[in-house]
């Protein structure tokens, strides 16, 4: 049985199969105007008790504590409204969580499948400013693979689904937005786990299609275990799967459908985890950092992308995790004629786009809202490219 946390409610555990009480969020709507989404592997925020040999925190249960309290330090620092939690132990550690964040913190989580780490996603909001108007849920929809096209270099047959993820509505400014939380399967150029990984952003895309078809913007983000040729890391990571570009077309028609935040970072900002890949325990540069954490954004509602940052500067290379924070900010208000200056989060990696480009983009979009999200994306570009 798949289960539902709401935080707040009572949740009981045996060992490391955590029983959440299933309940409904409220009919919230939420006319906001500012929204900030975004995503965060927390490298194992499990409790170290009982936990298998694999696990990060194997008899380890005084580290363990030691970095739950460093991750909900970190979480505390990003005022975000909306974040996708990656590598969570279950409900009750989630739950622990949201109580150490403050009352006003909610937290979500759909069981899933993964036997092998334990592992799933989650999703905390800031409910004194936002709330989902749906229930957490999850799907079971499995894809054949190797998919037609694929150059992974997989010849046998399989199938697979995603056994990390969640999605939920949110109601923001008139709109229904669907977010869809994924961890998909490690290795990024491993060419068993490419094949199985493209059959995952299948299972993904469909999903979101029919929530696309429903008139929902959509957002979809969290670890995705792989690259974006079309927006090169920092160290010029080439996928080897079509993971990234099967999802940025959700109608499966040729034309991208959704926009990756981190395209709108500076190349040398574009980096969101850390690979120890020589094993010498140190952090070595740019040659071990990488972008496989993604937020992708639907056309419909890049317009109002107002800034991406990457919070770098919070900790080292995994220090707390190998991971960074991924931020984007949303700005509903009505178009102005003020013109602002972009700016650079000093700390982090950051990128803003100027009210007076916003207010430029929301008049076009009354003629051609195609136009629109070019325009709104060459605007946030050229904004990046003064920050250098």
């Known amino acids: 049985v798949v289960f539902l946390l709401v935080v707040g409610l009572t949740a009981t555990r045996s060992s490391h199969a ?83 964040l403050g009352v006003e913190w909610a937290g979500y989580l759909r069981q899933g499948k993964d036997t092998g780490t334990g592992q799933d996603v989650a999703l905390v909001t800031n409910s004194s400013h936002i709330a989902p108007s749906t229930p957490a849920e999850r799907t079971d929809n499995r894809v054949d693979y190797p998919i037609p096209g694929s150059t992974c270099g997989y010849t046998g047959s399989k199938d697979t689904t995603v056994s990390k993820h969640l999605y ?6 008139n709109m229904n937005v669907t977010v869809i939380v994924v961890h998909f399967i490690a290795f990024p150029t491993v060419y068993t786990r490419c094949a199985q990984r493209e059959a995952q952003a299948m299972v993904i895309r469909d999903l979101a299609k029919g929530f696309k078809d429903q008139g929902h913007a959509i957002i979809i983000l969290g670890d995705f275990n792989d690259f974006d040729g079309d927006s090169l890391d920092i160290a010029d990571s080439m996928p080897t799967s079509m993971v990234l570009s099967i999802l940025k077309d959700i109608n499966n028609d040729g034309e991208e459908d959704m926009t990756n935040m981190i395209s709108l970072l500076p190349k040398r900002k574009r980096f969101t985890a850390y690979y120890d890949a020589n094993r010498n325990g140190r952090d070595d540069g740019d040659s071990e950092r990488s972008a496989i954490d993604h937020i992708l954004v639907s056309n419909d509602i890049l317009q109002y992308v107002k800034n991406v940052t990457a919070y770098h500067n919070l900790y080292a290379a995994a220090v707390i995790s190998d991971h960074w924070p991924v931020i984007v900010e949303f700005d509903f208000q009505p178009p102005t004629t003020t013109t602002t200056t972009p700016t650079t989060t000093s700390n982090n990696s950051s990128s803003t786009l100027s009210g007076a480009a916003t207010s430029a983009a929301t008049t076009i979009r009354s003629t051609c809202s195609a136009f629109l999200v070019v325009l709104s994306f060459i605007t946030l570009f050229i904004a990046n490219s003064l920050m250098l």
């Open 168 to 173: 939920t509505t949110f109601q923001v400014h």
């Open 18 to 100: 955590a029983t959440c009480q299933d309940a409904l969020s409220p009919d919230y709507f939420n006319n906001i105007t500012t929204l900030r989404v975004g995503t965060f592997n927390t490298e194992w925020l499990f409790d170290g008790i009982n936990e298998r040999t694999s696990n990060r925190w194997f008899n380890d249960s005084v580290g363990a504590e030691e970095h739950f309290e460093n991750i909900t330090r970190v979480i505390g620092q990003l005022d975000v409204d909306v974040l996708a939690l990656i590598e969570v132990e279950d409900c009750t550690i989630l739950g622990r969580l949201t109580e150490a």
